[in-house]
């Protein structure tokens, strides 16, 4: 099992900047692939961003290529979503997930833990 917490969000004005964390526990966290969902109101949940295990490859959602970073610190067991130039529509609850390999998916089905989320709301 892995356990996992996310923190960071909060409300920020249209253009400003967050950094989500999510801190992993309960099995070695390097052997999994990491990532980031999203649900707005009355939306589906929707991939933001992906890691491998390793860091040295990401994955984005065109909606968020460019202003956010995804990145993890595998001595630390936790993985970040840097957040830049936000827009109202980036108003959400983040999950953050981990698969059972260290196989990145960018596909939700894929994923076999997930935390609890954190909302981000972007004021306009």
């Not at 933001?48 to 990401?58: D, E, H, K, R």
Request: proline letters at 1%; a positive charge; one cysteine or more.
């Amino acid at each position: 099992q892995v356990q996992l917490v996310e923190s960071g969000g909060g409300l920020v004005q249209a253009g400003g900047s967050l950094r989500l964390s999510c801190a992993a526990s309960g099995r070695t966290f390097s052997n999994h692939g990491m990532g980031w969902w999203r649900q707005a109101p009355g939306k589906e949940r929707e991939f933001v961003a992906a890691i491998s295990w390793s860091g040295s490859s990401t994955y984005y959602a065109d909606s968020v290529k460019g202003r956010f970073a995804i990145s993890r610190d595998n001595a630390k067991n936790t993985v970040y979503l840097q957040m830049n130039s936000l827009k109202a529509e980036d108003t959400a609850v983040y999950y953050c997930a981990a698969r059972g390999s260290r196989i990145v998916s960018t596909v939700d089905y894929a994923m076999d833990y997930w935390g609890k989320g954190t909302l981000v709301t972007v004021s306009s």
